[in-house]
């Protein structure tokens, strides 16, 4: 039995714990024939989905048998209603894993004239970009959001050290805010432009 136990372990390929649903991102770059830059594409949530009027990258949940890089493109190609030959994948940065949810980032270019798009109205209300040389040179502003946790009146505080007076730690959230162009970008969709501009900087702190 344990020769089967060591097979079954060698094979194995880890995930994270507490993952209870995948979700995939694209962080779209256009090209502005008027400007000669290229800018992040960025959407306004319909008022018909979760989390209306808010701003966020196209993206969705990972269906089964599907890729992070399959979901994102497939995401991308429904809501901004393209073709999937209109999207080139340059590469993955940094994702994100919190309270169960595990979101990964590609970076791809929109082929084509962006401002022709006519995106889906039951998932976008509108688009809009930011010039990539104006995020070069602006820094998001840092807010801290603490969250402490709440234990269920059931739960068995006699079956760990210290009972109730447990530390179970505090959540410390960074959450970023841009004041460019008059939109409100922030949260994870900030965070993931933040890292983007970071990494194109070569700055790795």
Known sequence: M?????????????????????YAVLLPLVWDENNQDWQILYQIRSKYISQPGEVSFPGGRVET????????????AEELNITSSQIEILGEIDYFI??????????????????????NPDEVERLFTLPLNQLLITKPKIYHLIATPKPDSN???????????????????????????????????????????????????
Request: glycine share 10%.
């Open 98 to 119: 919190h309270h169960g949810r595990t979101i990964r980032c590609f970076v791809g270019k929109i082929l084509g004239d962006w401002q022709a798009i006519q995106a």
């Open 65 to 76: 048998g599907e890729s992070f890089q399959e979901a994102a493109v497939r995401e991308t």
């Open 2 to 22: 344990i020769e089967n136990c060591i097979e079954r372990i060698k094979e194995y390929q880890p995930r994270p714990l507490g993952q209870e649903r995948c």
């Open 155 to 205: 739960f068995p505080f006699e079956r760990i050290p210290n009972g109730s007076n447990y530390n179970f730690g505090k959540d410390n959230r960074k959450v970023l805010f841009y004041d460019l162009g008059g939109e409100n970008l922030w949260g994870i969709t900030a965070q993931f432009t933040a890292r983007f501009i970071e990494i194109l900087k070569d700055d790795h702190s």
